[in-house]
């Protein structure tokens, strides 16, 4: 038998760190030799404050792929904590960056974890002026000489959308590098790109190019979320847009759409991790039976519904994905108020 847990879910929470772990300062300001100039441009226009401290602290470190020998100058959040225990690690969905963190990521550091926002190869803020391939294979490499040369530990992988299938692909190839798994509004019965992985390369490159539309990107972020305020919807697109504006974008999304993309639907039984799996009661984009229906077919799972709650509850609903993430971690933390500054909480208050 399984059992569904609801939660409820408010603004953020702060949460006390665990006293005999070490806080050091990792904190980075955004440069033109970390961002594109033009791309530091599109940041001011960013008024989420929580999004400019997450860019500002983003890092290139260098990762040497296997499979291609391409050296790839990798997008990443570092810790601001160091723990002797196993880290997290946070993915992101499809066609997207690190910068879906950038309201949960501050409170499971309050928590106390070693916490690591990774660009996935082909998205997000990496370097890719030599462009790699950017099919499955290349990005399992690139995750895993990631963790071979940084992380050195078993991870607790983080995966939400596609970047679930991702976690669970990286899981089963590479069962060394993952302790647990924690998957949100996993899409992981998808075949792969389907029929987009036949479209001629022209046709592909002008389907891709639509993703960066501004109207489309607004449609996509309004699909996503549960009654979002006009003013939020239109900030939040344009964070969401950010890495599609770097020149090597649209080859590395079309050369991953045509490679056929994520097809793990047949090797979810393999996985023998612990496992969470949240989703979100209003989850429009994937259907929330398939929660259920993935919590069946995991030998070791437990699942989580977040109520009122879209298809991307770290960013809608942060203080429900961090309490549910430090009770399957560490069900012994408490929590406290929240300890964000009075402005940023403010901020938050108002969008969501």
């Known amino acids: 038998m399984f059992k569904i847990t ?5 603004v ?35 008024e989420d404050p929580f999004a400019r401290k997450l860019v500002s602290r983003i890092e290139m470190l260098p990762v040497e792929l296997s499979v291609s020998k391409n050296r790839i100058m990798t997008s990443c959040v570092k810790p601001t904590v160091h723990d002797e225990g196993n880290p997290l690690v946070l993915l992101h969905g499809f066609d997207s960056s690190c910068l879906e963190w950038r309201y949960t990521l ?34 399992r490499d690139h995750l895993y000489q990631f963790w071979k040369s940084y992380i050195k530990r078993p991870m607790l992988l983080v995966g939400p959308s596609l970047g679930a299938a991702a976690a669970i692909d990286f899981a089963i190839n590479h069962p060394e590098a ?26 592909a490159f002008a389907a891709v190019s639509l993703l960066k539309f501004l109207p489309l990107r607004f449609y996509a972020t309004n699909l996503g979320f549960t009654d979002l305020p006009l003013a ?21 999304t079309v050369d991953f759409m045509s490679s056929g993309g994520y097809n793990v639907s047949s090797q979810i039984d393999q996985v023998l991790n ?3 799996i949240i989703y979100g009661e209003n989850d429009r984009i994937v259907d929330t039976r398939l929660a259920v229906r993935l919590q069946c077919e995991l030998s070791n799972a437990i699942i989580r519904q ?35 500054p009075e402005q940023e ?8």
């Not at 005999?20 to 100039?37: M, Q």
């Not at 501050?106 to 890719?128: H, K, M, R, V, Y």
């Not at 879209?310 to 929240?338: M, N, Q, W």
Request: aromatic fraction near 8%.
């Open 106 to 139: 501050p409170l499971l550091e309050q928590a106390g974890f070693e916490t690591w926002a990774i660009d996935i190869l082909g998205w997000g803020f990496s370097n890719l002026e030599t462009l790699p391939l950017c099919n499955v294979e290349s990005k």
């Open 306 to 340: 977040i109520p009122d709650c879209g298809h991307v509850p770290h960013v809608e609903k942060p203080d429900a994905v961090a309490r549910l993430i430090t009770d399957f971690v560490s069900p012994k933390i408490h929590y406290a108020r929240p300890s964000f």
């Open 232 to 252: 939020t919807c239109l900030e939040w697109t344009q964070i969401a847009r950010l890495h599609c504006l770097l020149p090597w974008w649209e080859e590395a």
């Open 12 to 46: 953020p929470s702060g949460i006390l760190p665990v006293s005999n772990r070490k806080t050091s300062r990792l904190f980075f300001g955004a440069s033109p030799d970390v961002f594109p100039p033009f791309l530091l441009k599109e940041m001011e226009k960013i």
């Open 274 to 276: 612990r496992t969470l």
């Open 6 to 10: 609801t939660i409820t879910a408010a």
């Open 345 to 352: 909480e403010n901020i938050l208050t108002s969008q969501l």
């Open 178 to 203: 993952v302790d647990k798994l924690i998957l949100i509004n996993a899409s992981v019965y998808a075949k792969g790109t389907g029929n987009l992985s036949k479209l001629p390369r022209s046709v």
